[in-house]
């Protein structure tokens, strides 16, 4: 008789003891930065990806007098710089539109870098096509390393457009739930994949370019 009361009593104490029970997954709040916080992790990543590119772009050069022998051709490098400099202006404006609250405004804008990015890719093509004629990937070091870069960044491209397609595809731009702040987040990614390119055309065109010309 004795343990049938004692056990009873045991479980109420130790219920009292524990407290209020904690609330399940579904019920905590949305971190509504983990999304940025994430995207930024990622960029990070990419960015010493590339620094070790361009790090081996230098090494290499270095051990060669001349690098690189015939310097690549500015006029369409330059295009692509103003086509990824246009489409982060015209996000950037999507982006100021959504804080006003102007949605469709910002979907316009999001639709129009899309188009921007589109035309990067064309006229890239066009590039690979006119450098093919006289470099190859397997023609020098130089060759190598020039298309892996630039491939390389076009990947990101890609991947950057269909980020976008998925964002504009999004019933709202402002979603109640995961994923949250869609537009700012694929804003900075694609801010990312535009610094990079300004990089490249800085390192792999203008400066041989000058070097050139210069001496």
Known sequence: MTAAVVAP???????????????????????????????KLVIVTEALLFVCLFFSYFYVGHRHPRWPSHPPELPLALVLLGLLLASSVVLHVGERQLQRGAAGRARLALVGTIGL?????VVQVMEYRHHLRTLQPRSDAYGSLFYVITTFHALHVAAGLLMLLFVACLPTLRPPRSPRRPLHNVALYWH????????????????????????
């Open 9 to 39: 009593h045991d479980r109420f104490s130790d219920a009292d003891t524990r407290g209020p029970l904690a609330p399940r997954i579904d019920q905590l709040p949305e971190d509504e930065q983990r999304g940025t916080l994430a995207m």
């Open 117 to 121: 990015g589109l035309a990067f890719a």
């Open 192 to 215: 990312f994949v535009d610094v990079v390119w300004i990089v490249v055309v800085a390192l792999l065109y203008v400066l041989p370019w000058w070097k050139a010309r210069h001496g």
